[in-house]
């Protein structure tokens, strides 16, 4: 099983390769706001692993392994998103907090998120009574503060 930081790495160089068609060290160093060497370093131990083939001259790529473990963080980071906009998590607050919570989900926990997406898609009507429930508490919320 890869690390948290391991993970993030996987999934940042396979998101990378699907919009681009590669990664480098220089886009992983700049989407992960780390130094080049550290970068290098991450991949090296990757690559000791099996999740990425290193050529030192000619940059990396994800293995079959690598891209299989790279397609499930990924599937998992977009779901967590999808689950945090559902529940009416505030726009601009969801990336971030997708990032802090993805690695610490068991996938046990990550398959039943799965089913309670799917529950409110599948009836709009689910999707309009949390609404309700939100409206009522946020309003209760600032009677509090008054
Ligand atoms: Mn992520």
């Given at each position: 099983m890869p690390t948290p930081t391991m993970e993030d790495y996987i999934e940042q160089i396979y998101s990378l390769i699907s919009t681009k068609g590669y990664a480098r060290v220089t886009d992983?160093?700049?989407?992960?706001?780390?130094?080049?060497?550290?970068?290098?370093?991450m991949i090296q131990k990757l690559d000791k692993?099996?999740?990425?083939?290193?050529e030192k001259y000619r940059g990396f790529i994800l293995t079959d392994k690598g891209k299989k473990v790279g397609k499930r963080l990924v599937d998992r980071h977009d779901l967590l998103e999808e689950f945090l906009e559902i529940i009416g998590v505030d726009e601009e607050l969801i990336y971030d907090d997708v990032e802090g919570i993805e690695h610490h989900?068991?996938?046990?926990?990550?398959?039943?998120?799965?089913d309670l997406v799917e529950y409110f898609k599948?009836?709009?009507q689910r999707i309009l009574d949390l609404k309700k429930i939100q409206a009522r508490n946020e309003s209760a919320n600032k009677d509090e503060t008054k």
């Open positions: 992983l160093a700049e989407a992960l706001l780390v130094h080049p060497s550290t970068v290098t370093k692993e099996n999740f990425v083939h290193y989900l068991s996938w046990n926990a990550i398959d039943r998120i799965t599948e009836d709009e």
